[in-house]
């Protein structure tokens, strides 16, 4: 079955860096886009970035743009998300999710890996 594993968080001070991993198996990795969305207490989960299928296309959100960089090794089925500068305002959870392409709806979800920035 499809599966997406999170690994890479944990806690970091202001201004330091965590690279995230985001590992799939039970589908074709190389087809499919790879998204980041986070989720901190009591707010709506969004998106911080998304890879496309080919690794050509990335789109950030701009709280993140120059700090966050996506990856994607197809041949370890892994994308990830290399995070510096961190500041507390990026403290989540953060999951990552498969979609056909860029603009497709997210089809499914890691279980998260929690972020927590201290300032």
């Known amino acids: 079955q499809v599966q997406l594993v999170e690994s890479g968080g944990g806690v970091v001070q202001s201004g330091g860096s965590l690279r995230l991993s985001c590992s799939g198996s039970?589908?074709?990795?190389?087809?499919?886009?790879i998204s980041w969305y986070r989720q901190a207490p009591g707010k709506e989960r969004e998106l911080v970035g998304v890879?496309?299928?080919?690794?050509?296309?990335?789109n950030y959100a701009d709280s993140v743009k120059g700090r966050f960089t996506l990856s994607r090794d197809d041949r370890s089925s892994t994308v990830f998300l290399q995070m510096n500068n961190l500041k507390p305002e990026d403290t989540a959870v953060y999951y990552c999710?498969?979609?056909?392409?860029?603009?497709?709806?997210?089809?499914?979800w890691g279980q998260g890996t929690q972020v927590t920035v201290s300032g």
């Open positions: 890879i496309n299928h080919n690794g050509r296309q990335t």
């Open positions: 999710g498969r979609s056909w392409r860029i603009d497709t709806s997210i089809e499914d």
């Open positions: 039970g589908f074709t990795f190389d087809s499919y886009a």
